[in-house]
């Protein structure tokens, strides 16, 4: 998986596919991609914002199949804007 910031929706798609799992609130959208292995569910949680890849997130999950297998989103878990401050001394 090469998924990189600034990466835009269309782009994140056509190197990882179909998402198997979306969710979004305003601006903002998780898309999640499964990879089923015997340990469990692997997923890949990628975060975007006005359609522009901002993080991402990886976890395993108990279920054997995609399908229900997903975590709901924690939006608490979305990347937070980042201020920079430069002051004289």
């Known amino acids: ?29 998780a898309l999640g991609w499964c990879d089923v292995k015997f340990e469990g569910t692997d997923w890949q949680l990628v975060w975007l914002e006005d359609g522009l890849v901002v993080g991402l997130t990886n976890y395993r999950s108990g279920g054997m199949f995609c399908a229900g297998s997903a975590l709901p989103v924690d939006w608490g878990q979305f990347p937070a804007d980042r201020i920079i401050e430069i002051r004289n001394r």
């Open 1 to 29: 998986m090469d998924v990189t910031p600034g990466m835009t929706r269309a782009q994140l798609i056509s190197i990882m596919g179909t998402p198997s799992d979306r969710s979004f609130r305003e601006n903002q959208e």
